[in-house]
Antibody, heavy 121, light 106 residues
Framework: EVQLVESGGGLVQPGGSLRLSCAASGFSVSSKYMSWVRQAPEKSLEWVSVLYSGGNTYYADSVEGRFIISRDNSENTVYLQMNSLRAEDTAIYYC???????????????WGKGTTVTVSS | DIQMTQSPSTLSASVGDRVTITCRASESISSWLAWYQQKPGKAPKLLISKASILASGVPSRFSGSGSGTEFTLTISSLQPDDFASYFCQQYESYWTFGQGTKVEIK
């Protein structure tokens, strides 16, 4: 069964750091595009970052320079290192597996249950 | 950046009703549009990709149409399990979501 399980969320002070983990089962993270998507309280969804199977990474402007996405193939896990956290980063963070149409247009076909990040003093 | 605008924001309907949600893109995205369903406290679930392709296990009462900048999600006969929020998403250039449509009981 294909599954994603996030962990690592919690309460952190502004300016602090947190590392989220996304453990995958049923497929290899190294062969798929993997993303992080967040949802602030009572808000819509916002794409945060993507890690391509080839290793390229991309970020939303709102987190560029502060967040880093990576993976450990041996652990079949994707990570999101979040630094210099701000109140506006408060959200549920979802890990997603991305699948392609026509080999180049990727949508999120599998979602984890999410982990909650609260940035507050 | 491509902006996505959904309407309505909230929709009140009864079981058995035909429901239509509209999504507009700020520029053409061909057919690179997905729809997701989200229930309270749960993760989003993929319903439709490429504007009209039903994901595995999604009931046939759901359908999607459109291309370019105008898209619709239709539920042909609303069921109790369908009361939820629905989001459109473009994936032509990175990823952006609409603001969501909450389908509530009338």
């Amino acid at each position: 069964e294909v599954q994603l399980v996030e962990s690592g969320g919690g309460l952190v002070q502004p300016g602090g750091s947190l590392r989220l983990s996304c453990a995958a089962s049923g497929f290899s993270v190294s062969s798929k595009y993997m993303s992080w998507v967040r949802q602030a309280p009572e808000k819509s969804l916002e794409w945060v970052s993507v890690l391509y199977s080839g290793g390229n990474t991309y970020y939303a402007d709102s987190v560029e320079g502060r967040f880093i996405i990576s993976r450990d193939n041996s652990e079949n896990t994707v990570y999101l290192q979040m630094n210099s956290l701000r109140a506006e980063d408060t959200a549920i963070y979802y890990c997603t597996r991305d699948s392609a149409d026509d080999y180049q247009y990727y949508y999120m076909d599998v979602w984890g249950k999410g982990t909650t990040v609260t940035v507050s003093s | 950046d491509i902006q996505m605008t959904q309407s309505p924001s909230t929709l009140s309907a009864s079981v058995g009703d035909r429901v239509t949600i509209t999504c507009r893109a700020s520029e053409s995205i061909s057919s690179w549009l997905a729809w997701y369903q989200q229930k309270p406290g749960k993760a989003p679930k993929l319903l439709i990709s490429k504007a009209s392709i039903l994901a595995s296990g999604v009931p046939s009462r759901f359908s999607g149409s459109g291309s370019g900048t105008e898209f619709t999600l239709t539920i042909s006969s609303l069921q109790p399990d369908d009361f939820a929020s629905y989001f459109c998403q473009q994936y032509e250039s990175y990823w952006t979501f609409g603001q969501g449509t909450k389908v509530e009981i009338k």
